[in-house]
């Protein structure tokens, strides 16, 4: 059974630091890039950072380059999210996401996490 479980979510000062986590199971996690995704009230849910399956490369979106550092441990089944300088606007459920292509046509295989809140309040 495939599981994505997120955790570390809560609630921060602008200005602050959280670290989100996730443990994955039930796939073979080395072979799947991992991304976080975030949706804010009333919004639609916006990439935030994503990284290569063997870790040789991460990419974010301009709203937290600079500020979020993703990272993963293949040995732990385990990918992170650093998150500093926390603003207002970060505010949102973060969700962790695993996919891989699965064919020459560029078809992807996708498991979602059931999401973390993520808080940034004064």
């Known amino acids: 059974q495939v599981q994505l479980v997120e955790s570390g979510g809560g609630l921060a000062q602008p200005g602050g630091s959280l670290r989100l986590s996730c443990a994955a199971s039930g796939f073979t996690f080395s072979y799947y890039a991992m991304n976080w995704a975030r949706q804010a009230p009333g919004r639609e849910l916006e990439w935030v950072a994503g990284?290569?399956?063997?870790?040789?490369?991460?990419y974010y979106a301009n709203s937290v380059k600079g500020r979020f550092t993703i990272s993963r441990d293949n040995a732990r089944n385990t990918v992170s999210l650093q998150m500093n300088s926390l603003k207002l606007e970060d505010t949102a459920v973060y969700y962790c996401?695993?996919?891989?292509?699965?064919?020459?046509?560029?078809?992807?295989?996708?498991?979602w996490g059931q999401g973390t809140q993520v808080t940034v309040s004064s």
């Open positions: 990284i290569y399956s063997d870790g040789s490369g991460t």
């Open positions: 996401n695993a996919d891989r292509v699965v064919n020459v046509e560029g078809a992807k295989r996708v498991y």
